[in-house]
């Protein structure tokens, strides 16, 4: 083997060995040979650390060389691997269905030729590939794997799996959630109570749903008892039960799924009749026809008679009795003076009985007052009311006085009604002297003013009168009293009467009250009315009355008339001359 010399720029010697192709031995003679020539030319020992490291470099490149290659053999087989894997487009949800309705399930898969899809329950198979496992006749699969459940039910809630059979399982897990309707299972009445009045109800009602449904309670064309329209329970309590709270109440359940549920429940009260009367003071004449009414309520239904006094009455040609609901009506025809009194309808039922008494009456109405509230004169104030009497009124009784101080006036009323009351007692307890008070005056009809609270004896209280249109003076608080004639009288049905108040304070509130009389009797007192004078007089021009006739000038102060106000009739009470009158005129 020949033994060359490289060319080298160091100083340091090497060699390296070539074998000529055709000597077969150089292989196993290189070693010794290599050995040989070392040991001939190589004199020191750095020389054969240099030759080394240029020996070694060669063997590291190349093994580099072949682990990059070998890594990159390994990602493309990896990735190779990889896009032919088995893999999930649908991901993992939950879902929500209304009973009844169709459940889908969706398992979008890829690169699954050679693998089988699978749906899963719990530890129940539905189905595998293509096949359907399960016996239940709703479930099939429907575009690839997705899962179809027709009609569902509230068992078919729960998690369902999608799964690849690879050699560790790939899956995706749907959770389905079935929405119920609400629906009323109980209520503990069985939907009729039927209690009696006092006691006390309790009535539970319990409904089912999912999600579970909020149950309210109201009350069929009307509120509860406890004054709301609705009560967010499912119970609902009732105390001291009365007419008044039976009725229909409907429990209403409400899951915002579906049509909400509801269910009614009849509350039945028992009790004893209560009547009430429509009108307690019945008003009528003679050859009229009257109604008595009485509105009888009770459990059961009670049975009604009608009294007159203590004698029971029957059905005739003038009394004529009606039912209807629980109305009950008296109709007396052509009444007769002595159908007049007390009468009284008479309801029972098993348990008990009531009694309700109302009152047939030939005397007038309460008179209603219709003058304006405040005079324009600063002295005296005109008047006027008006009456319902089916008889021609004979007589009117009038009682003023100034408002007591501390009285506040709210409309054409006062505060403080117990002065009135009190008087009023005592002007009613006069009326029978008041006949006698128009027996004076030149043939005329005349009134009389008296002074005190105690009647009309004419008895001068702290004020005086002595002739018509002087200035009267009393006391505060103390009442006049006036009856006025009704003449001529007038046989319309609504009657009434003016009358010019004089002597007054300016810028003063009075009140007033007045009484009316027919041939049955007085009526009752009207409620106080509130009149006030003004500071100064209205303008009034004296010609008006000066251009009046000597029978227009006899006195202006009392007007009566019918219901035709049209035909008023002006009455002259105290004769007057032309020229007296006048002056008075004036000098007011």
Known sequence: MPLTKPASSRSRIAYKFECPSHNNNCSSNSNSGKMAAEARTISQRGHIHDQRQVMIL???????????SLHLDSVSAQSMMTKNEPMFISRSETFKFITGETIV?????????????????????LTAGSVKVTPDPRVRLVNGFNLQIRDALPTDAGDYICQIATMDPREITHTVEILVP??????????HLQVKKGSSVRIECSATGNPMPNVTWSRKNNILPNGEEKLHSHVLSIENVDRHKGGVYICTANNRVGQPASSQVVLHVLFSPEISVERPVVFSGEGHEATLVCIVHGETQPEVIWFKDTMQLDTTERHIMETRGSRHTLII??????????????????????????????????????????????DRYNISWAVDSHSPIEEYKLSFRKLPQGHEVVGNAIDSPSSLSSSSQSSSSSISSSSQMYGSGSGLHAHRIGSNMNGFSGQPGSGSYSGYGNVMHWGHSDWRNVVLPAVPVSHHYVQGMSY???????DQHYEATVQSRNRYGWSDLTNSFVFSTSSNDGLVDPSTYLNLSDNEMRDLSVT?????????????????????????????
């Open 182 to 191: 609400p629906r009323i299972h109980h209520i503990s009445t069985g939907g």
């Open 333 to 378: 025809r052509k009444v007769h003076p002595q159908d007049f009194g007390n009468y009284s309808c008479v309801a029972e039922n098993q348990l008990g009985k009531a009694r309700k008494t109302l009152q047939l009456s030939g005397k007038p109405n309460v008179a209603v007052f219709n003058s304006p509230p405040i005079s324009q004169y600063k």
């Open 560 to 588: 009566f008339y019918g219901s035709s106000a049209i035909n008023r009739q002006k009455l002259g009470l105290l004769a007057l001359s032309s020229a007296t009158l006048a002056l008075s005129l004036l000098v007011a």
């Open 500 to 506: 010019m108040v004089r002597g007054l304070d300016p």
């Open 58 to 68: 060669p063997h590291i490149m190349f093994l580099a060389i072949a682990l990059v």
């Open 105 to 125: 399930l969706p398992c979008e898969v890829a690169n699954t030729d050679t693998y089988v899809v699978a749906w899963k329950r719990g530890i129940a198979i």
